[in-house]
């Protein structure tokens, strides 16, 4: 905590004022991430003319984000906060609320929970490449990244039909 007041460039008294606990302010920051990619993705698609071209701009807006913020995509998605309980149903409300995100995007002649299942598909997979990008060199070049998962994606969303339950 001291080292996050100086940072801040506030006591920890003061830091303290506003979150009662470490636990409280890793809580604020694992929300606050995933309110940022969230934002990031929705205000990327909206301003995309057609879904392939939405596909991949939501995918270079949640690279954009870890790009310029490695140690904030760690934050939330690191095995760290998947140990406590706590901590990770707060990533899975982030993970959720991304999914939600994308499912809105998913213009496909199939149901609700079908959209929603590719969707936490979609996240899953750049989640997985980006770890993976991370543990390598702590680099990721969103622009080509957002291109081949977008390829992958746009692929397989191409291909998407109803599925008869049963």
């Known amino acids: ?65 870890v790009a310029a913020r490695p140690d904030a995509f760690r934050l939330l998605f690191g095995s760290g906060a998947r140990r406590d309980e706590q901590f990770a149903d707060a990533v899975r409300r982030v993970e959720a609320m991304i999914a939600d995100a994308v499912a809105a995007l998913i213009a496909a002649d199939i149901d609700d929970d079908h959209r929603l299942v590719l969707a936490h598909a979609i996240v899953g997979m750049a989640e997985a490449v980006v770890r993976e990008r991370l543990a390598d060199d702590d680099t990721v070049d969103p622009k080509l990244l957002a291109r081949q998962l977008a390829d992958l994606a746009w692929g397989g969303l191409r291909a998407v039909r109803r599925v008869d339950h049963g």
Do not use: N
Request: no cysteine.
């Open 1 to 65: 905590m001291d080292d996050i007041a100086e940072a801040a460039g506030v006591t920890k008294p003061v830091l303290y004022q506003h979150f009662g606990s470490k636990r409280q302010l890793y809580l604020e920051l694992l929300e606050d991430v995933g309110r940022e990619l969230v934002d990031a993705i929705a205000s990327a698609t909206t301003t995309s003319e057609g879904p392939r071209r939405q596909v991949e701009a939501g995918f270079g807006a949640y690279l954009d984000v």
